[in-house]
């Protein structure tokens, strides 16, 4: 097992808390404790390989996240060709920024592929037959960690795609321009041409308010249709206990205390959110009913107490991204905690 006592060093108050111990709810009759270890998991021998393989995964998200923060667009030069139709120069300058723009949101798209199979493989040995849900996360905490990294990424990557029109301006203005081109027989230089089916896949990609977290969601669902032989309930009690641990990190003093930077709560935060939205499209009731295994309104809670700038794109998350928030059998206080 990967548990063992505090070490000096371990009693630290590292960036996350090191080992963050949360009572969580008799979810599956075992009301021990949980010790996540967010920061320094290691992975057994059996895990190596899935280890290896989601990290290379990670390794990357943390580049497409650097490329998402400094992505600026081409608004200037599409608008200024927008002004000038017949301007040769004009256009050719619009086109020549645009381009290159458009190969990184290709290269968003298609990680997103990636990050799917990341949460499949993870997802199936953290839902195996054999024992219970909460032993699993306590047993493979190397992978639960790495489970909670992906959710992070997810929500960060939305977060910043939400508050960046020009990447659907400019990926509209790319399908508009090589339309024209085709319609008037020209043929692009750009060596790089998204074709028409790949464009139509990305403009729905793009067109969604959280993409990412839209395709782990449906990846989630299509993890429990594929695996009948996996109790629904296997990957549900997986994501509520996951959802109780974030949102007992974050209410609780002793814990919190043990953060040092903002970053490692917005951390919890995006790990909490994103579970409960995977959780609410996997279970057939969803999130948001009474008998839920997650405590909704303590998570929208703990939310609502962060400064307002911080967890937005988390509330808009909760509220455009899950599948039973406005099922009749959600509360009226909860909707309105939402609001």
């Not at 081109?181 to 793009?206: K, P, Q």
Request: hydrophobic fraction near 35%; proline fraction near 4%; glycine fraction near 4%.
């Amino acid at each position: 097992m990967l548990i063992s006592p505090l070490s000096e060093q371990e009693k630290k108050k590292t960036s996350m808390g090191n080992l963050i111990k949360v009572l969580t709810r008799d979810i599956d009759n075992n009301a021990g404790n949980v010790f996540l270890d967010f920061e320094n998991a290691q992975p057994s021998p059996s895990e190596t390989d899935i280890w290896e393989n989601v990290k290379q995964t990670l390794e990357e998200a943390q580049v497409i996240l650097n490329d998402l923060q400094e992505y600026r667009g081409a608004g200037e030069e599409i608008r200024q060709a927008i002004q000038s139709p017949g301007d040769e120069t004009v256009q050719e300058k619009a086109w020549s920024a645009v381009v290159p723009l458009v190969a990184k949101l290709k290269t968003f798209y298609e990680f997103s592929h990636k990050l799917e199979s990341s949460l499949r493989s993870l997802l199936d040995v953290l839902t195996r037959p054999g024992t219970t849900p909460t032993q699993q996360l306590e047993q493979k905490q190397a992978l639960a960690r790495q489970f909670a990294h992906i959710l992070h990424f997810t929500l960060r990557f939305d977060e910043l795609k939400m508050t960046n029109p020009a990447i659907q301006n400019d990926f509209s203005y790319y399908r508009r321009t090589i339309s024209r081109m085709r319609i008037n027989n020209m043929t692009s230089d750009s060596g790089g041409e998204v074709n028409n089916e790949l464009a139509n896949h990305m403009s729905l990609f793009y067109a969604n308010a959280t993409p990412m977290l839209k395709t782990l969601s449906n990846a989630t669902s299509k993890f429990v249709s594929d695996n009948p032989d996996v109790p629904v309930e296997n990957t549900t009690d997986c994501l509520s206990t996951m959802a109780c641990v974030c949102k007992v990190m974050l209410e609780t003093p002793e814990y919190r205390s043990r953060f040092t930077s903002d970053e490692t709560v917005l951390f919890c935060l995006r790990v909490m959110v994103g579970v409960i939205i995977l959780y609410d499209h996997v279970h057939p009731a969803g999130a948001f009913v009474k008998t839920s295994n997650i405590d909704m309104k303590g998570c929208i809670r703990v939310l609502r107490e962060q400064a307002p700038s911080s967890v937005e794109g988390l509330l808009n998350a909760l509220r455009y991204t899950t599948k039973h928030l406005n099922d009749e059998t959600t509360s009226k206080q909860i909707r309105n905690m939402l609001q």
